[in-house]
């Protein structure tokens, strides 16, 4: 097993300057060097490297850390991994032939949390500052029983009393700042968190892997702060009080979505326990496929602004992919589910809560045409336009009959006329034809060249080796158009700035270019568990595609013969396609 002591000897051999420099450019100054961040774009330096304590750590964006938290971060891997590659840089050989239990290698940053936890939680209840503190959340509702039940204490003033406590209690400072809750400034340390109401962060299983501070009183700081990734936490991972609402899920068979944590408490208080919420950012696949093992219904209700709307609909999208069943709550008369329970309290929350639920598509659509002047010609042909590319993605003939009806009844259209104008203007196929598409009833002409993308998404490597491949054969032009567009997007552009595949950067990439967002969801991004993705099924595919290259090169050769305008180039066209043939059959 790998133990501490062996992963300090690896920290302690690195060369912090050799293991940096080749992702940026390093300047000495004083006992120290200094370079533009390889994680973020800057003007001016912000990139520290310490030969001394074994750190590369950037003090504006707080990524980087350790050696082995470098890596992690400038190569997207897990600890292990970056282990491993730290090992094979400095050529020590670590014995890992035995399986590792990471509860046992992260065991020190779980205790180290807990002791944090302790901390917040004393300071909160037994302090000055922590009675002012404590009024605060009174006021917002939270009695004791609520503060103690969520865990949570508060951060003091003093930028060095967690920092005091951790050394006093024999933790290193390179383990503290690659837990997230210590920071070097020159030659001092600091605590990342000072002066916040402190929000612990569990995993499924119980471990405190972070925290979330939010500011109290009158600040220009930021409301909320997070913990940065660590060892032991990615915030597109963990969902907030999922560990706390668990039982409850599972006695009533859904889970609730919220924006925010202070959401999530309200809640909680109204006896709606299976409540969560995602790390202040937006939904992600991983965090879905967390859901998943618990419920297939989820229950939207984020808050009642702009930006609560659009993360509404980016959410049913990325729930719908996972085949969830979605319904969404919204509020009317509050800003969100903590300030609605604490103008009307938690009965009146809880009854208006289960009685406003809509079905994701009666959201949709009430949202598009509650929200449209259907006196203006204008809005309308923009409503027909948002109502048709919604109802496209779910690919169901029943809906786009109902919708349309129910579209008919309000502009006072015929349902005859919404129709053909949907068939007409829709890129997919009339509603009489729509059916679930699944890959293995895809014709067989785009099968091939769809699979390559699921083999694509495994890895950046075999990626390249796939486009080095089809580069070297010419073979590029076998996919369709839309299809060639995708390729070149994924190879070029995404892959050049990603080290694996992330489902959620590559649909947001296609939404900044405006590319076929509907057309990858409901087409390549389909799985289809009844291929096994092999190396010789890879190369069937590789090789079919070359033959579907040839194929096309002469269909256009065909086709420029027919349309030649003189006897000499028609002859010099088919003498062309015959050395096209030959050299296909040559080989």
Known sequence: MLSKEDINNLIEKTDMVKLVEPYTKLKKTGSGYVGLCPFHEEKTPSFSVSQDKHLAYCFSCHKGGSPIQFLMDIKHIDFMDAVKELAKINNVNLNLSTKSDNSLTYKKYYDMN??????????????KDGKVALKYLHERGLNDDVINDFKIGLAPKEDNKLYSLLKDAGYLELDM???????????????????????????EVGNVVAFSGRTYKESKMAKYMNTTDTFIFKKSNVLYNLNQAMSSIEQNKRVILYEGYMDVIASYRAGLKEAICSMGTELTTNQIKKIKKYTNNVIIAYDNDK???????????????????ILVMRLNGAKDSDEFLKLNGPVKYKGYFNSNLKEAIDFIYD??????NLNSSTQVEELKKDIYRELRTFNSALLVEKYLKKLSNLLNISYEALLNDYNRTTPYKPIEEIKIVEKTKLEEKTIYELRLFEYAKISKEKALYIDNYLEKNDCLLAFCELNQRLWVLLVNEYYSHHQEFLEDEFVKLLNENNLFDDYYQNTLQLENTNIKYTDEDLDSCLKRMIQKANEKKQDLLQENIQKATSAELQKELVLKKFKERKNKKGK
Do not use: C, W
């Open 177 to 203: 700042i690659d837990n997230g809750l210590v920071k070097s400034n020159s030659n001092s340390y600091q605590d990342v968190f000072i002066d916040r109401i402190m929000f612990p962060i569990l995993d």
């Open 367 to 372: 949202t598009y045409t509650n929200n449209a």
């Open 307 to 325: 930006a609560g709307l659009n993360a509404t609909f980016r959410a049913i999208n990325m729930l719908r992919k996972e085949h969830m069943n």
């Open 114 to 127: 807990e002791l944090a936890l302790k901390f917040y939680q004393a300071n909160l209840f037994n302090t």
